[in-house]
């Protein structure tokens, strides 16, 4: 796991993400999981601890590297990782941030 921003046309190296974005927000993950946020209470169900806390640090990493990415950048970085969700706004990502980062109970 890298964090560090990459070049143009590169996908980071964001393990956990992948295993995210391409396993539960891919192509059907509207009829699997209804949407985003149900994708990853389904992920946060089925994962064991450190696959949480590893996807946590990544998804912090990702965050920062983004910034203030437009909707467009954000859909771009999601495919990059395997991912088929199009967010329409920074805060529909900010929403499935805290979803991802909730404690387990």
Known sequence: MSGKKTGAGKAPGYPA???FFSGY????FRDEYGSAV????????DAPADDLAALG???????????DASPAAWARAIRQLGGAWS???ASEVEILGK???APKI
């Open 99 to 101: 979803s991802l980062l």
């Open 87 to 89: 967010p329409q706004s």
């Open 57 to 67: 640090k990544e998804w912090k990493a990702w965050r920062a590297a983004l910034g």
């Open 38 to 45: 149900g994708a990853a209470e389904a992920y946060r169900e």
């Open 17 to 19: 993400l992948r295993e």
């Open 25 to 28: 927000l891919h192509e059907d």
